[in-house]
């Protein structure tokens, strides 16, 4: 079954709003985790990495004001797309492991802004 | 960081066997990963060497030479469902991000 739960799957907003997408680590405590991005028909893009109880870490080119990344807890972080534009329409994606673990990827968020 | 090399694209019939090689350049090594990936979906962890030699899981399986800088994953006995892209990543052991190539295409015909 699944170690790792994103939510939503699916979003379809208007330009302008805020979107909060949430991954949950299930079986594991995940001190870090990590957000991706992936655009059709390319390979996954690091955007992030999250620490639970301090900043997150962006990669280079990723605003940090645009993508809020929060790590309240050992189980979840949160990505919030602010303001979303229509270029920010992606798939995104996270990804936990615990210690000494493989890295597992949530379902991931399909982003479509209007 | 790590440059990470695999093939675009392979095709192969069904039953078949498919190899499909990854090299990698890293700065610090913590484990090569492989995983699948359908049109529209979320990546699926299908193995993970740390060590030298061969993983098996049944129809796959994985390999890795540290030394030379090598992996590949061996998919046996192969289902139309197979086609999918298959990453090879590389985590770096400072942060534990995961480097990607760029994937490869396999695609199974009948």
């Known amino acids: 079954g699944a170690v790792v739960s994103q939510h939503p799957s699916w979003v379809i907003c208007k330009s302008g709003t805020s979107v909060k997408i949430e991954c949950r680590s299930l079986?594991?405590?995940?001190?870090?985790m990590f957000w991706y991005r992936q655009f059709p028909k390319q390979s996954l893009m690091l955007m992030a990495t999250?620490?639970?109880?301090?900043?997150?870490?962006?990669e280079q080119g990723v605003e940090k004001d645009k993508f809020l990344i929060n790590h309240a807890s050992l189980t979840l972080s949160t990505l919030t797309v602010t303001s979303a534009h229509p270029e920010d329409s992606s798939f995104y994606i996270c990804s936990a492991n615990g210690q000494n673990q493989p890295q597992h990827f949530g379902d991931g968020t399909r982003l479509s802004i209007l | 960081g790590q440059n990470i090399d695999q093939p675009t694209e392979m095709t192969a019939t069904e039953g078949a066997i498919v190899q499909i090689n990854c090299t990698y350049q890293t700065s610090g090594f913590n484990g090569l990963f492989w995983y699948q990936q359908h049109a529209g979906e979320a990546p699926t962890f299908l193995s993970y060497n740390v060590l030298d030699g061969l993983e098996e899981k049944g129809r796959f399986s994985s390999f890795l030479s540290r030394s030379k800088g090598y992996s590949y994953l061996l998919l046996k006995e192969l289902q139309m469902k197979d086609s999918a892209s298959y990453l090879c990543a590389v985590r770096d052991i400072n942060d534990y991000k995961l480097s990607f190539g760029a994937g490869t295409t396999v695609t199974v015909r009948a």
């Open positions: 079986d594991f405590q995940a001190t870090t």
């Open positions: 999250s620490n639970e109880g301090s900043k997150a870490t962006y």
